[in-house]
């Protein structure tokens, strides 16, 4: 009797043990995916940064490279998708005024991002830029410096003196004391290299990174650094977005390698 009672006892405990495994088994499942989704680690590849889908305000001198990191960021945060509104940066300014539903802002300059900073968080700049002079194709007017600039002959195009560009090409152009009147005054930087593509203007100032876009319709001058003036490119989360974490993960990947590598490709300088 006692043989039997310990023979039912060792395979009651067998079949115990055997129900048990597959719970424990569906427990860890469970508490691994949980941690997976809240981590956005495990075996796959996305990202710890929040999904969402993020509307960025950016300089029109960002338009090509933006498309291509944006692409990038994507890529590397499944789930996230990234929408670029490109302008003026004082156009852009106005829309966050306007209270314009977007989630982060790059502007090509920091006077204009400081003049929001009770709209935005804490800025970082995330490239640097310089002007040159941009012409026709073969430089057909033999535009060789600042000063060919003040030919009256000479059909020359900026920015309007609000746009950063515009700012910082009076600048360049008082400091040596140069006197240009402009055909017209534009309202982005695009706009002006638009202008000489066209051959609507013998010549105009623009950053180098958007020469460098369109070097099969125009040459680009290269200004002396003692001539010339640095652009600084501020990026910030706004306090308005409704995605305020996805928005910050995507202003801090700016400065990650990753994104620097692809700015400095298209000619951007470091902070």
Known sequence: MSLLLTRRRAASAVLTAALLVPLAACGNDDSGTAK????????????AAPKADLTVLAASSLTDVFKEAGAAYEKANPGTKVTFSFAGSQELAAQVKQGAPADALVTADT?????LSGDTG????????????????????????????????????????????????????????????????????????????????????VYKTDAATATDKVDAIEIPDS?????????????????????????????????????QGAGFQQP
């Not at 600084?232 to 590598?261: C, D, G, I, M, N």
């Open 227 to 263: 001539e010339n003036a640095i652009a600084s490119y501020p990026a910030a989360t706004l306090k308005a977005s409704k995605h305020s974490e996805a928005a910050a993960a995507f202003v801090a990947w700016l400065s990650t390698p990753e994104a620097q590598k692809i700015l």
């Open 111 to 115: 006077k204009t991002m400081d003049g």
């Open 36 to 47: 997976d989704k809240e981590t956005g680690s495990g075996s796959g590849t996305a990202s």
């Open 122 to 205: 804490k800025p970082t700049v995330i490239a640097k830029n310089r002007l040159v002079i941009a012409t026709g194709e073969g430089n057909p007017e033999k535009v060789e410096n600042l000063k060919d600039l003040a030919d009256p002959k000479l059909k020359v195009v900026l920015a309007a003196p609000e746009v950063p560009v515009g700012r910082y090409s009076q600048q360049i152009l008082d400091a040596q004391k140069i006197e240009v009147k402009p055909v017209s005054q534009e309202p982005n930087v695009r706009a002006v290299l638009s202008k000489v593509e066209l051959g609507e203007a013998d010549a105009g100032l």
